[in-house]
Structure formats: structure tokens, C-alpha cells
């Protein structure tokens, strides 16, 4: 007999982790950003429907970007243009600077996400600004979202490690985690972009953000899955405090300005995890499963989650 989720074996509690975390889904906007192939935006409207269907409440849609660093995502505004917002569902985008922010009000958009890094080469990579400049790019971007009520979350890249500098310490982390709170952002997310954090990191980066006054209320967490430790570093941040944890349906992603990005943490693979714990997410991982099936036979390959293997049919996506 099989059963549709973990839950269905038992669901036993850890000491310490939250009763309810909310999942941020990046699946159509980290996801999306780094297929090869473009996905037809029709495609990417009932992707978006149906994460919702599922009973995810925040999904990150797409990118208000220079299309000509992110192709895949030039589609944007029409793909708002497309969505029927769910009741009680958000939708935000990401905007790096003024032009993108001009972009989504346009657009009606009522949440944003800025994204910095914590490492001089990946900000001039990813932003074409300096690790001191990108704050001054940020700033009029916060200060004027908040006055048209927007709400805005932060991004920071390279926590846990820089393929370009290697080792990036937490000093430096918490030092421009921090100048990103303190622009307005509601909360801010901590990438580990290339996937190398290990779970000791992440509670020892915790460990610095609460030293300096940011307590795990206004952190989420951004795991890679690039040397498959994405959910020990979840379980590690969950024991922290945290309740907010970043994942992309399908373990879709990575990042095309960074060498050695691959997918995030599966939603699936996340859902399967909490579901055991006992931890609610208001997911439902068989609709959920359908969802990454149906993305894979679109795009011509099979998922990475193993959840979404171990439920979907064998062929979803043809073979590897
Ligand atoms: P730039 O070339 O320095 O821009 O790019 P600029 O300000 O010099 O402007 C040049 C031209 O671009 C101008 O047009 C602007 O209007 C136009 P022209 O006057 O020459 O005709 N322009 C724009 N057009 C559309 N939308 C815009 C925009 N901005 C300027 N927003 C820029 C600077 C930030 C725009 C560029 O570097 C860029 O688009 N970067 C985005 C890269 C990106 O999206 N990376 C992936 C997301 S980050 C990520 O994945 C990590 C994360 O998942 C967390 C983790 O894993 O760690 C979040
Ligand atoms: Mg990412």
C-alpha cells in the first residue's frame, strides 16, 4: 500500500520547531529565470495557478529585470497581466532598482523583493554595482515602494560562500543583511546561492543576526540544493526559530549569474519533511506532485525531488 505523503506513516514531533511554517515559493521566478528554453507564458500563468491551488500563499512570480540579463523572464508583465490572484495569495516580484520598481507599479504589483549580495563579485555579476554601491541603488527603490503601501522583502546572495572569494564570513553577512533591514524591508532572506552551507553555518549565521539585534521573526532561509544539504540546513534554521523557508516546486532553479547554482530546495521534498514533523504548511503534497509531473512534461524532463520521483509516475518528463 502507498500512501500520499509522509504523514501517512506517522507524523512525530522534534522538540523545538515551530507549529506552522509558511513556505515562500520561488519555483516560476528562481525556477523559471534559469531553464534554458523559455517557457511559453501561458505555460507559466497555470503554473502559478495551480502552485495556488495547492495551497501555497506566497509565490514568487517573476522579475522586473533588464530582460537582456534574464530572457527567461522578459515576459513579465504580460505574465501579470495574465494572473487571477487567488484570495489570500501573494504574488511578489523581483525589482533590483527604479526602472524595475516604475515596471511593477505599472503593473498593480503590491510586493517586491530586493536582492543584494553579500560579496563584492557576485554585486557586480549580478547587479553591475559594487558590494558599498548596491545599498544606494536599493535605497529609493525601498523608500518609494513603501509609500505607494508595498510591502518589501530582501534577498541576500552568498551567506554561505562565494565561488569567485570562497569563504564569506559571517561578520560580513550580518553587516549587509543588516543595512538591508534597515532600508525597510520586512524580512530578509539569506541565499546560499551555490548550495555549500552546511548546518553548523547556518546556525552559527543565525547565531550572528541574533547577536546584532535581528531575531529569526524577521529571517527566511534560501537553500540551494547543490550538494544535496538544502533540508538538513532547513531542519538546523527551524530549530533556530526560523518560519519562513524559501522552495521551488520540482527542485526547479539556480542562478544564471552564478557559477555552480543549481536547483533550490524541492517544495516537495520540504513539504514531505514538515508533513512527518507534524509542522503545518497548508500544502497539499499530492496536488503539489501533479503540479511538478505536469511542469516536467512541459519542459521535457523529469524533476530532481525525489518526492516528486518517488510519487509521479515513472516516465513524467521522460528519462533522465
Ligand atoms: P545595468 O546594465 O547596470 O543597468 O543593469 P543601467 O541602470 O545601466 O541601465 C541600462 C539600460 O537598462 C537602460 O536602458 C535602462 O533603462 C535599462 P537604455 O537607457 O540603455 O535604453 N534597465 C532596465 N530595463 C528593464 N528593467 C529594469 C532595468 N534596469 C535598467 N529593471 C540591472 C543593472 C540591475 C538592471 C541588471 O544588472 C539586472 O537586470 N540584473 C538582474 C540579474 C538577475 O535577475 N539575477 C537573478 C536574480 S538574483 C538570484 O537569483 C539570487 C536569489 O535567488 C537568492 C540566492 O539564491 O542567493 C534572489
Ligand atoms: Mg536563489
Known amino acids: 500500500m502507498t500512501t500520499a505523503g509522509s504523514a501517512g506513516y506517522g507524523a512525530y514531533r522534534l522538540d523545538g520547531l515551530p507549529a506552522r511554517v509558511t513556505i515562500h515559493e520561488v519555483g516560476p521566478r528562481d525556477g523559471l529565470q534559469n531553464e534554458a528554453a523559455i517557457v511559453p507564458v501561458e505555460v507559466k500563468a497555470e503554473f502559478v495557478a495551480r502552485l495556488a491551488r495547492a495551497g501555497l500563499t506566497r509565490i514568487e512570480t517573476t522579475s522586473f529585470v533588464h530582460p537582456k540579463w534574464v530572457p527567461q523572464l522578459a515576459d513579465a508583465a504580460e505574465l501579470l497581466d495574465r494572473l487571477e490572484p487567488a484570495p489570500g495569495v501573494r504574488y511578489p516580484v523581483l525589482v533590483p532598482n527604479e526602472r524595475g520598481l516604475d515596471r511593477a507599479l505599472e503593473r498593480g504589483v503590491t510586493e517586491i523583493a530586493i536582492f543584494g549580495s553579500a560579496t563584492e563579485t557576485f554585486a557586480r555579476r549580478n547587479l553591475n554595482q559594487g558590494l558599498e ?188
Not at 518609494?144 to 522583502?153: C, F, I, P, Q, S
Not at 525531488?305 to 510519487?311: D, E, P
Open 133 to 320: 554601491s548596491q545599498f544606494a541603488m536599493f535605497a529609493p527603490v525601498v523608500e518609494r515602494a513603501l509609500r505607494h503601501g508595498m510591502k518589501v522583502r530582501a534577498y541576500l546572495s552568498m551567506c554561505f560562500g562565494d565561488p569567485w572569494e570562497g569563504a564569506v564570513p559571517v561578520e560580513q553577512v550580518v553587516r549587509a543583511g543588516v543595512r538591508l533591514l534597515d532600508l525597510g524591508c520586512f524580512e530578509l532572506s539569506l541565499g546560499d546561492t551555490i548550495g555549500v552551507g552546511t548546518p553548523g553555518h547556518v546556525a552559527a549565521l543565525l547565531d550572528g543576526f541574533a547577536a546584532a539585534g535581528v531575531g529569526p521573526e524577521r529571517l527566511a532561509v534560501h537553500f540551494h540544493d547543490t550538494y544535496g544539504q538544502a533540508l538538513a540546513n532547513t531542519l538546523a534554521a527551524l530549530t533556530k526559530g526560523v518560519t519562513v523557508v524559501d522552495a521551488s516546486a520540482g527542485g526547479l532553479g539556480g542562478c544564471p549569474y552564478a557559477e555552480s547554482a543549481t536547483g533550490n530546495l524541492a517544495t516537495e521534498d520540504l513539504v514531505w519533511m514538515l508533513d512527518g514533523l507534524g509542522v503545518e504548511t497548508g500544502v497539499d503534497l499530492t496536488s503539489l506532485v501533479e503540479t511538478s509531473v505536469w511542469l516536467a512534461d512541459r519542459l521535457g524532463r523529469p524533476s530532481v525531488s525525489r518526492v516528486v520521483r518517488a510519487l509521479g509516475p515513472a516516465d513524467a518528463g521522460g528519462s533522465d
